[in-house]
């Protein structure tokens, strides 16, 4: 099975920078898309970034600029680099993987079923 692991959440104030690592175990993460979600309370799951086994990656309107996805293979580790963050940045982030053909979320091109357990991100004003 897919194993995900996020860390490097916290709280930051507005304008700082954090970074997210997500530790993939159970397959080499190049060989599938990986991405990034965020759920704020009371909100629905949203995609973040994504990036493809091409290296091209996407992201969501509101984080384009600011955020920068990474994969780094040999690690078999996501990152997420979040700049100038913002207090509407304030969310439950999950990295997320390709866990097999019952996947049933879709986003940027690719299925997605493996998620990890999220990492807390806070931004304060």
């Known amino acids: 099975q897919v194993q995900l692991v996020e860390s490097g959440g916290g709280s930051v104030q507005a304008g700082g920078s954090l970074r997210l690592s997500c530790a993939a175990s159970?397959?080499?993460?190049?060989?599938?898309?990986m991405a990034w979600f965020r759920q704020a309370p009371g909100k629905q799951r949203v995609g973040v970034a994504v990036?493809?086994?091409?290296?091209?990656?996407s992201y969501a309107d509101s984080v384009k600029g600011r955020f920068t996805i990474s994969q780094d293979n040999a690690k078999n580790t996501l990152y997420l680099q979040m700049n100038s963050v913002k207090p509407e940045d304030t969310a439950m982030y999950y990295c997320?993987?390709?866990?097999?053909?019952?996947?049933?979320?879709?986003?940027?091109?690719?299925?997605?079923?493996?998620w990890g357990q999220g990492t807390q991100v806070t931004v304060s004003s």
């Open positions: 159970g397959y080499t993460s190049s060989s599938n898309c």
């Open positions: 990036i493809r086994r091409d290296g091209t990656t």
């Open positions: 997320a993987g390709r866990a097999g053909p019952a996947d049933r979320t879709w986003y940027a091109g690719c299925m997605f079923g493996a």
